[in-house]
Nanobody
Framework: QVQLVESGGGLVQTGESLRLSCSIS????????MAWFRQAPGKEREFVAS????????YYADSVKGRFIISRDNPRNTAYLQMNSLKPEDTAVYYC??????????????????WGQGTQVTVSS
């Protein structure tokens, strides 16, 4: 079992940027593909981005492609989500997610078993 802790959320205006961080403890970080999901009020939780163990391959939801960048720093046991050109529709609680038996592509098809507590991102118009 691993523990995931997100940070970096906040209130920004349209067009601004934020960087979310997800620190992982409990197991070897480099053994896990990582993903970000988000859930807006009244909506289902949705996939945002995922990254392979080595960080050489990434996947994105169409809604964030070209604006968001997922990355990871294995020695620091941390994954990141750089969010640029933010829009009001990006407002949501953002969750870090992983699973010991799923790769980055697998996480695009369904969330893994391990979740962080979430961090709120609010984009004002």
């Amino acid at each position: 079992q691993v523990q995931l802790v997100e940070s970096g959320g906040g209130l920004v205006q349209t067009g601004e940027s934020l960087r979310l961080s997800c620190s992982i403890s409990g197991r070897a970080f480099s053994a896990y593909a990582m993903a970000w999901f988000r859930q807006a009020p009244g909506k289902e939780r949705e996939f945002v981005a995922s990254i392979t163990l080595s960080g050489d391959t990434t996947y994105y939801a169409d809604s964030v492609k070209g604006r968001f960048i997922i990355s990871r720093d294995n020695p620091r046991n941390t994954a990141y989500l750089q969010m640029n050109s933010l829009k009001p529709e990006d407002t949501a609680v953002y969750y870090c997610n992983t699973d010991p038996f799923r790769g980055a592509y697998g996480l695009t098809q369904g969330a893994g078993s391990e979740w962080g507590q979430g961090t709120q991102v609010t984009v004002s118009s």
